[in-house]
């Protein structure tokens, strides 16, 4: 409609039709994970939820100090 895009959704996986999400990008389903997604929605990176050295890697790069 009008070449919007709705930013609104929230995203699972279809496992009755599709490949296993978990299992493609090997995310363990216990511990989660933490997907940056880029206002394109395009997924930038997905960390293990003790990546902090990463996530602060990603975006040091792309960030301006405070």
């Known amino acids: 409609m009008l070449g919007l895009t709705d930013y609104e959704k929230t995203f699972c996986p279809d496992l009755k039709n599709g490949p296993d999400l978990y299992d493609l990008r090997d995310i363990n389903r216990e511990e989660g ?22 996530l602060s890697a990603f975006f040091d790069r792309i960030l301006l100090p405070a």
């Open 33 to 54: 994970c933490i997907v940056i997604v880029r206002p394109d929605q395009y997924v930038a990176e997905i960390l293990p939820l003790d990546g902090f050295d990463e």
